[in-house]
């Protein structure tokens, strides 16, 4: 949990939202050179073991551009153009700006609506684990070109705080033209001064940050304080730092004292346990042997298919569900398979889950990161 700028440090998965203010220039299009150092930065967390996924913005942006579609407002639709226009130019310079340093990049695009759908999210996370053991980096930007309702002020900052907990970050950067939140406009003002570190994100924080940013994006201040907020809430800390400084990314994970950072006061397991436990209803039970329940109240342990003796409800992957020993219920968790596939699956090895399913997502049913043992509580 980070609760101080030394504990940045320690950070082994980061999200990094990079803006449109930074990546399109209304005359050139693509600013090469500054997703150039913006990867170069990256590249050398990635060398210290930190896994990193970009959120980028851009693609309405660059389409405009490309469109010729400056000096007028968009409708929905040709927002939607735009974005088909721009996201394959914003895909090929980070594909560029990696290539120098032999590393693959993966194109993600999302919703909200793919954040809330439960099947879609656990996806979502798997596709991200693969890449990350692939050693390839997500890059992940708003499907705009099929979405009306999220083509809209600031949305990419909250999708970096969404991705943030789909990846379980450990912190979410947002890099903006600006070094961070200040008392009041730094442009207007000589002795406006950055605020460093925001452990309570108040009303009187949010007054600071004023109206949208650059009339390129879509995003401003009060978007990115919004974000910050998702982000604490569920146990991710956030910062918000300028990218047109060169070396703040890599200067603010070693702990120095770059734009403003937002701690929060709880690590994530304690939310996702506290959500697990009291907010989401169960859509079923499994039944558990006395090994597995050992294994669960006394080791901690996931549980595995071997240990489920009879499975009751329909549920999907990813749905809530309790476990039962000895008529009662011991734990409740997220499974990894539908109730069908654990019917059967249930007794077998986790080795023989391909033989059996015909494919092999997961050797637990329900791992202990997504598990609530009440009688540990």
Partial sequence: MIQTRVDLSRC????????SSLLADADSGVRQDVIDHLVDEVVVLMAAGVQVVIVTSGSVALGRVQLEWLDRALSVHEKQAAAAVGQPTLMNAYGQAFERHDI???QMLLTKDDLRNRRRYINASNTSETLFAAGVVPIVNENDTVVVAEIKFGDNDSLGALVARVVDADLVVMMTD????????PTKY?????ISMITDLTDEHIAMAGDAGSSFGTGGMASKLSAASVATRVGVAAAIISGKEKGSLTRLLAGDDVGTLFICGEDRQTHRKHWIRAVLKAGGQIHIDAGAAKALLENGSSLLPVGITAVDGVFDKGDCVELIYADGIVAKGLCNYTAEEMRLIMGHASDEIESILGFHDFSSVIHRDNLVVYSNE
Avoid at 190 to 194: F, G, K, T
């Fill in 190 to 194: 000589a002795d406006a001064n950055r």
């Fill in 178 to 185: 600006v070094a961070g939140l200040y008392d009041k406009n």
């Fill in 12 to 19: 082994r998965r980061v999200v990094v939202k990079i803006g």
């Fill in 104 to 106: 693959g990049v993966a």
